[in-house]
């Protein structure tokens, strides 16, 4: 599998590859991803929609810190991922 999955349940940010999850916390007024527009190397560049916007807005994930604070090694991680695709696409 050379894609990794992005969600959103209840408080958390989700982000699962191969047999992890990786789950962070959410802005309180998300509500749900839109479009993947960019992935770079842990980089992530995406449509979401918030509670007080009628329209998606651009948001930035950055991937690399997070899993560093995990003791997880990003370059091995995120090497083999090629695409992010939505939890419901």
Partial sequence: MDYAVL???KDFIIFKY????IRFKAPY???YFTAVKEW???YLVVLAKYAHNSESEEEYIDLVPILENL???PQEFLKPIKEVKLEND
């Fill in 7 to 9: 969600s959103k349940d």
């Fill in 18 to 21: 191969g047999n992890r999850i």
């Fill in 29 to 31: 007024s998300l509500e």
């Fill in 40 to 42: 770079e190397d842990g």
């Fill in 71 to 73: 003791y997880i090694s």
